[in-house]
């Protein structure tokens, strides 16, 4: 059993201001080079929400690396306490993506997050939130931009463009398919830009998402809900 620690803890029940705070505290702790070991077990996080938003509901589903087979899949349930503010809704989706992460028998080696790393306007979407929490490695696999402007992206797979914002490198617009809409990909927490997109396009088979995000997704999306992509 590999417990999960907890590590710069704060409370959840803030206002939105207090979260900018927090989130301009803890962009300081996110580690952007690598420090992760060999990857055995790669997890995908994904969030949806119940009952119109009132519950929200986290699925991690665990990979074997590199061959892509299914270990564990657990859910979270709780009571959506943070509102809907752009750009705070790790806010309102950590504190469930940890408890599912604690159910776990052992923690994963790298976790794949569907939302920002550190492609965020403080530096801390949710990737990077729950990579300075759990101490986990962790890499931003967004389907959408939340900012940034980047050069013109070339159709074939495997394609890449830096992703700038602010004058700042945040992230790499990744084609993972012919001709299929990019993913926009950011380290989190202890990955750094360069491996993020290795191990994305690693866990990519025939699908545009990477299979542990999309068997997220799918374990998420089992029942209705209501989730804009921008965390």
Known sequence: MSPLVIHHPHPWNVSPAEAIALQQRLRNEVIARDELGEVRRVAGVDVGFEEQGRITRAAVVVLSFPDLVMQEQVLARRPTEFPYVPGLLSFREVPAVLEALAQLPYLPDLVLCDGQGIAHPRRLGIASHLGVLSGLPTIGVAKSRLVGVHPPL???KGASVELYDRGEVV?????????????YISLGHRVSLETAVEYVMRCVTRYRLPEPTRQADKLASAVSRAKPRDA
């Open 171 to 183: 992230g790499k617009v990744l084609r993972t398919r012919d001709h299929i809409r990019p993913l």
């Open 154 to 156: 070339a159709e074939e």
